[in-house]
């Protein structure tokens, strides 16, 4: 038997092996249905993760950062998923969750466009009403490798030749396998809404040197409800733009000339931003700040001295020759 203790401090006996899951179905069939993933001694598992020694437990629902960044993270692999379904001999990046959704960066046989997300979104809910399980397998270094080097997904190959042997497992949900540390949903059937928001372009682990792979991105959610609410909420945040209402309030412009997110402000800008300056030079006068100003450029030593220098190239800035009238 193992002692599990939870957050209020009560301690309750358990066979070894038993999962999270099954812990919290013997408290409340409630608490088992809304959880998403737990904690056992400050680590987050699956719930379906055996505990096989004394733990201190907590589960974590949708409400929690911990529950909407495992929802996020099992939507990137069912998205994976359906691109390997749709896009026979892609190859994949990595897909994690973020703040607000998820993505996955992509090497396609063949271009994705905005124009394809609404396919991939059908195929997603059509993957996720099979309630695939996540399951989880721990695998040696040397496996990880001859798995993908079969399978021809450099991108994960790279990533496993980095990781140490003993720290590698894979998740998969349906006819996909990934190489990921977890943790995840018990089931796909969890995610009810999805919208895939854009497509852009991501170098390879950020590197400008590497392929310029394929990033879709998205957002899911356990209710067709919040979908809604998130998009109604996105079309509101569009009128209040501040590059909308800069150019309807004719507050400042842009110029590819001058370049992309430099603002040239107009007179009725220009204004604002003064009072705004004012008024800030106000509130720190009152709570006693004094004000200094530096000079816009330095002596070389000083970008010696911060480290900067060192990362400028010979060529980072030409001498000006100006022609010489007389």
Same mark, same amino acid.
């Given at each position: ?98 703040? %607000? ?20 979104? =059908?195929?997603?809910?059509? *993957?996720?009403?099979? =309630? ?40 998969? %949900? ?20 999805? =919208? ?13 040197? %590497? ?52 603002? *040239? ?34 002596? =070389?030593? *000083? ?24």
């Amino acid at each position: 038997m193992i002692k599990i203790t939870f957050p209020d401090g009560n301690v309750k006996e358990f066979a070894k092996g038993t999962t999270a899951y099954q812990i919290a179905e013997s408290i409340s069939p409630r608490l088992a249905a809304d959880s998403l993933v737990a904690s056992v001694n400050g680590a987050t598992v699956d719930l379906n993760r055996a505990i096989e020694e004394d733990a201190s437990i907590k589960f974590y629902k949708w409400d929690d950062p911990e529950g909407k960044h495992a929802f996020w993270h099992t939507s990137s692999h069912l998205l994976a998923e359906a691109l390997e379904a749709l896009y026979p001999g892609i190859k994949f990046g990595i897909g994690p969750a973020i703040e %607000n959704g998820f993505y996955y960066d992509v090497d396609s046989p063949v271009p994705i466009t905005e124009a394809d997300l609404e396919t991939i979104e =059908k195929k997603m809910i059509e *993957l996720s009403r099979n =309630k695939e399980q996540l399951i989880r397998t721990e695998v040696s270094k040397a496996d990880a490798l001859k798995n993908f080097t079969e399978k021809g997904d450099p991108y994960k190959v790279e990533l496993i030749r980095d990781l140490e042997d003993g720290t590698i497992s894979f998740y998969t %949900n349906g006819a996909f396998t990934d190489l990921c540390r977890g943790p995840h949903l018990p089931n796909t059937g969890l995610i009810k809404a999805i =919208k895939l928001t854009s497509v852009a372009g991501a170098y390879w682990r950020g590197n400008e040197k %590497n392929k310029m792979l394929t990033r879709i991105y998205g957002i899911s959610f356990p209710k067709k409800s919040m979908l809604d609410e998130y998009l109604a909420m996105m079309e509101e945040a569009k009128k209040r733009d501040h590059r909308k209402l800069g150019k309807e309030l004719e507050l400042f412009c842009f110029s590819q000339r001058v370049g992309q997110g430099l603002p *040239l402000w107009l007179p009725k800008g220009a204004a604002l931003r003064d009072r705004l300056e004012q008024f800030l030079r106000g509130v720190q006068k009152e709570y006693g700040y004094q004000q200094v100003i530096t000079p816009h450029i330095g002596n =070389k030593e *000083l970008y010696v001295t911060s480290g900067h220098y060192a990362k400028y190239g010979k060529d980072s800035f030409q001498p000006i020759h100006t022609p010489i009238e007389g």
